[in-house]
DNA sequence: CTGAAAGCGCTTACAG
DNA sequence: CTGAAAGCGCTTACAG
């Protein structure tokens, strides 16, 4: 056995004992700093591995006095939905639960409807000295030069909401925008039948041809496709977020055709709800996304029939406690984490934890 | 303005020149000791108060060499399912997230289909002394008398899996039984019609009037009477748990009917599943409970349409953390946590956390 | 009822 | 390249 079960008994005092040097030493080797010969290293290290030594955590954090301080891009909660708010929460909770051991979060928001913004916090972040950053990278180009500078002065970034491949970040805190769309279909096969006409509805302003959107969109085709399923599957892709506009798009997209289920691949399910309640259309199902106020309401009056969710809130906690368990305890981090993909109705939303 | 900014700055040193006394003095009033007059009592509260002093758990947790210990008395994983497996999980993982600051956690597991066996941990626990407790009271009698025990000795405890009413737990971390009946027939609503006949399975040994599975079905069948449908439900109550028994009762109640849905209220929807299978039964739409291995594998093959999940890994989890929080962090902890109902069908099953 | 001192297991200047 | 000493903010005997 060369296993150490006295785990408790074994610190920096110890090592020193048996390598016949000084605490310092130890501590240089352990926090792999100059200064030390490479015979003594070696030798330090040898026994650190031998007595399979842990750092006492709490001992450690309360002689260096250093603060860890994260940092948190996201988009701000705006008028148009409090999505934001949900990843945020999450974010608060994980802060209030590692601050006693001297973690500090502070958090840059962005207005997601304007790139300037996100460049002007992210310069934010790097003009002081962060040790790790939470980050929404709603913008890709703008995203990626953001965390090439992280890497250059070595700080760990890790990506919620969205992933942006080709970067090095610690890890991916999200949803398989594919296989929630694929589930999406999966859904609205219960729910119709084979001859039913689909429509499929993109809300959002910015559009480009890595918008996460279109990977759900992909996913949602793909299940019919895959299951040899021909329905007719019409879309509607309405760049201009107000109800009278919405309106008019869906008045068009509806038009002549008989459509029996919608599926719109956001969070702004509910102005399309408000607008068959408001044209008093009944017979049209309906899936969405997201576990927000606004749809919560048509849920429940079995207007909007499922939402999926993919837990924001969780999303914002994780983040700050991967950054966290790396920074303080060394722990290993999952490249991808992907998020559970839940089915929320009119019965379980109560039950629910974004 | 009382609020103090300068939290870091505030420890027992200053606590105790503002009040003339040595920080030993501090210390005890902070812990509520005997031996300090009221008077020099009286005053430290108020600078403390005053201050709003908020204790360095780090400094706290070093200093005192004493270790937590909790006691974790649940079911052992059966033959018959792994079900336990999974709050054992979540046991585990918050065990390794917090043995960096000094809890311990010791796993008393027993056999849930013997109530001696469940005695004798309870013992076994009583016997040594323990900081915390978190138990699954599948036993309601053994259960009570076991925490009245801890009761007489200050000893918090949590429940999962199931409550236990009228007792002084620190918390229940579980599902709300009814609600996902209810959901239960919520979901079954929609995959079939109104003159379809339902069927009810119990399958289990141990079944009095307080069983958490009559929860469910009073909760499913809640829901086609408040929606005001007079749907035909039957009902088999299964003692045995073997293959052969269930395939005798359940031929047994199939038998001249035309049962369309059949809802089992726990987890042994595999045996039911496997039952249709090799009977030959392909229209029988299936919902039942819990993400095991087992129902894994009909789910995917879409023999089984809906499974119901209760987050069994993250009851263990919040257990351990709600009595670390409560024991470490003095954090006030809810009286009742209600776990997410979750839907899962074979789209999203890779996608679930348990 | 109260206080001075040692110590928890580390890190941080500082001195050599 | 290395070590002795002070200190992080508490708790724990021990002495009075």
């Given amino acids: 056995m060369t296993e150490n079960n006295d785990t408790e008994l074994v ?3 110890e090592i020193a004992r048996r390598a016949n040097v000084s605490i310092a030493t130890v501590d240089r080797v352990l926090h792999n700093r100059t200064g030390v010969s490479l015979k003594t290293k070696d030798k330090i290290n040898a026994i650190i591995a031998e007595l399979d030594y842990r750092p006492n955590i709490m001992a450690r954090r309360l002689a260096s006095k250093k603060v860890l ?13 409090d999505y934001w708010d949900a990843p945020l929460t999450g974010v608060s909770q994980a802060e ?6 001297g973690i500090t979060v502070e958090k840059f928001l962005f207005d997601q409807n304007d790139k300037a913004s996100f460049h002007a916090q992210a310069r934010n972040v790097l003009k002081d000295y962060y040790d790790g950053v939470l980050l929404a990278p709603m913008f890709v180009e703008e995203s990626k030069e953001f965390v090439e500078a992280c890497q250059k002065r070595d700080i760990p970034y890790i990506f919620i909401n969205s992933d942006v491949p080709g970067t ?7 949803p398989d925008l594919y296989r929630s769309g694929y589930l999406g279909a999966h859904l609205a096969n219960y729910l119709i039948n084979n001859e039913d006409k689909i429509l499929i509805v993109n809300i959002s302003q910015e559009m480009d041809n890595h918008h996460h959107l279109l990977r759900k969109e992909e996913g949602f085709r793909a299940y019919f496709s895959e299951n040899g399923k021909s329905m007719s599957i019409a879309k509607a892709d309405i760049r201009r977020t107000d109800y009278p506009s919405v309106k008019k798009e ?6 002549a055709k008989d459509v029996r289920l919608i599926f719109v691949t956001n969070s702004r399910v509910s102005v399309v ?4 309640e408001e044209s008093g259309i009944r017979d049209i199902v309906l899936i969405g996304y997201d576990f927000i106020k606004e749809n919560i309401d048509y849920l429940k009056r079995q207007k909007i029939d499922f939402l999926i969710c ?6 914002g906690y994780r983040g ?7 920074l303080v305890h060394s722990a290993s981090i999952d490249r991808t984490y992907y998020m559970p993909i839940d089915i929320i109705t009119c019965e379980n939303y109560q039950f629910y934890r974004n």
């Fill in 11 to 13: 610190g920096v005092k």
């Fill in 69 to 81: 301080r994260i940092a948190v891009l996201i988009p701000s909660v705006s008028s148009e939905t």
């Fill in 96 to 101: 209030a639960e590692i601050k006693a051991y």
């Fill in 168 to 174: 090095n970040c610690l890890s991916y805190i999200g």
């Fill in 250 to 255: 869906l008045t068009l997209a509806l038009q």
């Fill in 273 to 276: 709800s408000r607008f068959l």
């Fill in 310 to 315: 993919q837990k924001p809130q969780e999303q």
């Fill in 320 to 326: 700050i406690m991967f950054l966290y368990n790396h």
